[in-house]
């Protein structure tokens, strides 16, 4: 199983990027994705993330309003968007997948699968 994500870099206070995960191996279909972020000296959190089957969405209280989590099950694709980005955002960003349908957003032990992160970084 692999998850690659893309998309991330640099953006300004306000502004907007859209992170994929592109996923390959993966029971699409059955898994839960989810995206977490992990900024310097902090614990990796749960952002987001789009449950199996009912592809219903939960996001982390800090990013309501502000980012949206997609998939497509046809191109085995997640994305995230993620709009009126703020400095607190800045974190290395992962894709990560469980298997089952789920309400809430897991905890990092929960997960299976990783991708190997990529970097956001929001300056003021």
């Known amino acids: 199983v692999q998850l690659v994500e893309s998309g991330g870099g640099l953006a300004q206070t306000g502004g907007s990027l859209r992170l994929s995960c592109v996923t390959s191996g993966l029971a699409f279909r059955d898994a839960t994705i989810a995206w977490f972020r992990q900024a310097p000296a902090k614990e990796r959190e749960a952002v987001s993330c789009?449950?199996?089957?009912?592809?219903?969405?939960y996001y982390a209280d800090s990013v309501k309003g502000r980012f949206f989590i997609s998939a497509d099950y046809g191109e085995e694709t997640s994305w995230l968007q993620m709009n009126n980005l703020k400095p607190e955002d800045t974190a290395v960003y992962y894709c990560?997948?469980?298997?089952?349908?789920?309400?809430?957003?897991?905890?990092?032990?929960?997960?299976?699968?990783w991708g190997k992160g990529i970097r956001v970084t929001v300056s003021s």
């Open positions: 789009v449950s199996a089957r009912d592809l219903s969405q």
């Open positions: 990560a997948a469980i298997y089952g349908s789920r309400t809430g957003l897991p905890h990092s032990s929960e997960i299976y699968f």
